[in-house]
């Protein structure tokens, strides 16, 4: 609640700012109608634990939790994100504040809308920056994005914050027509865009649309040192943690995420951005924005007020970069990438409504609300689909009509009585309602301390929800490594192990204790809650495991060894064991080795794999007893292969 107080406060004194009495009116309306959705939303977004029961995730939700925990000290999967939004959910996680981060967010896009519409009331006529703020609160798939526990949303955020602070500022020589002169805003704005760098990167773009705004239209300005001390702050951010990440977790193996191999000039993703872009803002919204362009266009050439033809050319630009990017140069797809654009969009909007907010007659009031309410309601309606989904478009709000975006769709009729549950409103409230119940008391990360780390047993790549959503998910309930593990890969040491059942997470996971003979530590067995261990398999602490296998000894000795050269500074680790007999340095290996990318390659892609590897360059290789270990480069990152019993085939490209 501070944060809500606080940011009426600051409303307030923006408000205080405006000559225009219309505007100020409008201002407090749309606070109002913020302060609504807040009010609906927000006590259905705080569930006792974020990692396990919150509903609006996408697929890398649980990842930006677990680099959160990794900052807060926990030993969990670090996949090297930008680190703003880890660094808010650590210092959360610390308070005991983790679960409240939804509403946050929530109050970060809302505050957001706000500054959008103080920054577009005074580029164009009150009305237009009302209407174009209303249908971005109003718009189903950004308010649903703003939901989800992701990075992009933050960062779009604060890409606007930025924008905003540039747009607003003067250099030195501002005439009075054009403001008093606040060149320091320049500085803000690169600090702000260096921060929505380090939450996605994203901003990277705007220094190039702010750019070649100053160059056309505020050239004065770049004789002062201000927006060369804000260009250096947004790009200094991102390169500071390039910096810091490189020194002080190099230990922790090299980042999973290499946005440079996502990187490359394509067409492939033209059509589906283009239907992204209808699916966010709804088809009457599109074609108001396609009308804006071109009046932000033909002001931006012709126009000769410096500062109206200035905002107009940085939003076109903006927009252009933002959008052009993700279509063109980078090689994944996912609507929620469009949010970046979808601010500097707003603009756009309001730049095409302006024409009729102007008129002054009952007929082009007239006009002026019906194409609003259009486009408005065209955002509004609920889809089918989740905000994240991009197959839906809204074609009408009334009568509800939708088109169906993928290959032999078309324009499908909505049932009214579905509108109401697919809103986010209704999900929310939905969502809230199916939660865990008090009584369903999840087991505290302490119970887990004394284990080393997790092995979860699967029997189809898909359980537990895929390897990728259970190495995170898991990984941040237990506050523990975890390793993706064939359970067929343990049946032929089950005589070796002690077995204890300890927990379970309803209703995902069972919890088991393990022990291996030879070695002090424990470790834990995970499986999906609907096929759990067999009841013959477990054995109590004490009963007595053997320890007499004939080379148990050797077995343990030489997987130390391995899991030591190993180390934990290899992004990958691939382990191709042998098949055709058994050999107990395979089981220590799955509990000793220290990374949490472990791939046990099954006999049916152990060819495939073999091929993949003996086309990667080797680095060095070392032999220990039966298995042969080498270091190479897979796709440009640092990966262990453990060759356990195979035939000594040496990869090419040494």
Request: glycine content about 8%; proline content about 8%.
């Amino acid at each position: 609640m501070p944060a809500v107080i606080s940011g009426i406060a600051g409303i307030a004194a923006i408000a205080g700012r405006f000559p225009e009495p219309l505007a100020r009116r409008l201002l407090w309306v749309l606070v109002a109608l913020c302060l609504a959705v807040f009010a609906v939303l927000a006590p259905h977004l705080v569930y006792p634990d974020l990692n396990l029961d919150y509903p609006f995730v996408d697929g890398d939700s649980h990842d930006w939790i677990a680099n959160g925990l990794f900052f807060a000290g926990h030993d969990v999967r670090y996949s090297g994100r930008p680190p703003l939004l880890p660094l808010a959910l650590a210092l959360l996680d610390r308070l005991g504040l983790l679960p409240w981060w939804p509403v946050l967010g929530l109050i970060l896009f809302l505050s957001t809308v706000v500054a959008f519409y103080t920054l577009a009331a005074r580029l164009f006529p009150a009305a237009a920056a009302f209407a174009a703020a209303l249908l971005l609160l109003a718009d189903y798939s950004l308010q649903g994005l703003a939901l989800d526990l992701m990075a992009d949303v933050p960062a779009s955020c604060l890409l606007l914050w930025s924008a905003r602070a540039f747009l607003l500022a003067r250099g030195e020589g501002a005439s009075a027509a054009a403001g008093a002169a606040r060149p320091r805003r320049y500085l803000w704005s690169g600090l702000l865009a260096g921060l929505s760098a380090l939450t996605q990167p994203m901003a990277l773009l705007l220094p190039l649309a702010a750019g070649v705004t100053l160059a056309a239209r505020r050239r004065r300005d770049l004789a002062t040192r201000w927006p060369w001390i804000g260009a250096a702050l947004a790009l200094g951010c991102p390169a500071l943690w390039a910096l810091v990440r490189r020194i002080a977790f190099a230990s922790y193996g090299e980042s999973l995420l290499n946005h440079r191999r996502l990187l490359g000039f394509h067409l492939s993703g033209v059509r589906f951005y283009a239907g992204s872009l209808m699916s966010t803002l709804g088809t009457p919204a599109c074609l108001l924005l396609a009308a804006g362009i071109v009046l932000a266009g033909i002001r931006a050439w012709r126009g000769r007020n410096p500062e109206p033809t200035a905002a107009s050319l940085f939003a076109l630009l903006l927009f252009a970069s933002l959008l052009g990017f993700v279509a063109l140069c980078y090689l994944w797809d996912a609507k929620r990438l469009v949010v970046y654009a979808v601010w500097p969009a707003g603009l756009l909007l309001a730049e095409a409504l302006s024409p009729l907010a102007r008129l002054r007659r009952p007929a082009g009031r007239l006009c002026f609300a019906a194409v609003s309410a259009l486009a408005i309601g065209g955002a509004a309606l609920p889809l089918p689909e989740p905000a994240y989904d991009a197959t839906w478009a809204a074609v009408s709000p009334v009568p509800p009509l939708a088109a169906h975006l993928a290959i032999g769709g078309g324009v499908i009729p909505l049932a009214p009585a579905d509108l109401a549950r697919w809103s986010n409103f209704g999900k929310a409230a939905g969502a809230w309602a199916a939660r865990p119940r008090p009584e369903i008391r999840r087991p505290s990360p302490a119970l887990f301390a004394a284990a080393d780390s997790a092995l979860y047993l699967y029997d189809r790549p898909e359980d537990g929800g895929g390897r990728y959503r259970t190495l995170t998910r898991l990984s941040n309930a237990l506050r523990k490594p975890v390793r993706f593990v064939p359970r067929a890969m343990l049946t032929p040491y089950w005589r070796l192990l002690t077995v204890t059942p300890l927990a379970q997470i309803a209703p995902d996971y069972a919890i088991y204790r393990l022990e291996l003979p030879g070695l002090a530590a424990t470790w834990l067995l995970v499986t999906p809650a609907d096929r759990p261990l067999d009841p013959q398999l477990l054995r109590p602490a004490g009963a007595g495991a053997s320890t007499a296998a004939p080379g148990l000894t050797r077995a343990l000795a030489e997987a130390t060894a391995i899991a030591a050269w190993v180390g934990r500074g290899n992004a990958y680790v691939a382990l191709l064991p042998s098949h055709d007999r058994d050999d107990p340095a395979e089981l220590y290996l799955l509990a000793l080795l220290q990374t949490t990318e472990l791939y046990v390659v099954e006999p049916s892609a152990a060819a495939a794999t073999r091929s993949l590897f003996a086309s990667s360059p080797v680095e060095s290789e070392r032999r220990f007893g039966n298995a042969r270990v080498l270091a190479t480069r897979v796709r440009g990152l640092r990966t262990a292969v453990i060759l356990n019993g195979h035939a000594d085939t040496r990869p090419s490209g040494r």
